[in-house]
């Protein structure tokens, strides 16, 4: 079975950065290129909420609340996918999950706490 482990979050003020990082076990390098990848968000009583998308050849796409801020990106040799938070907003508290998917699985990783202060 395919594992995904978010690393990175923290407690940051207002204005502040992080950068998560996911990494795939338990599969080949050429498994993990497969897959559409991406950053979900979630806080206690809403719905799990899609950040950013990285595809198997690199392409992007952002939310709305995302875009300018923040960028995801992916390293298919080390198994990893990266997102960088830029000028965080207290709105951007969450549990920030990755995610792996194709037509035929998906995955999805423990989550890591970001907390943003005022």
């Known amino acids: 079975q395919v594992h995904l482990v978010e690393s990175g979050g923290g407690l940051v003020q207002a204005g502040g950065s992080l950068r998560l990082s996911c990494v795939m076990s338990r599969a080949i390098t050429s498994v993990f290129w497969r897959y559409r990848m991406a950053w979900y968000r979630q806080t206690p009583g809403k719905q799990r909420e899609l950040v950013a998308t990285v595809s198997s050849s690199g392409g992007t796409n952002y939310a709305d609340s995302a875009k300018g801020r923040f960028t995801v990106s992916r390293d298919n040799s080390k198994k990893t996918i990266y997102l960088r938070m830029n000028d965080l907003k207290v709105e951007d508290t969450a549990v920030y999950y990755c995610?792996?998917?194709?037509?035929?699985?998906?995955?999805w990783g423990q989550g890591t706490q970001v907390t943003v202060s005022s």
């Open positions: 995610n792996a998917y194709d037509f035929q699985d998906e995955y």
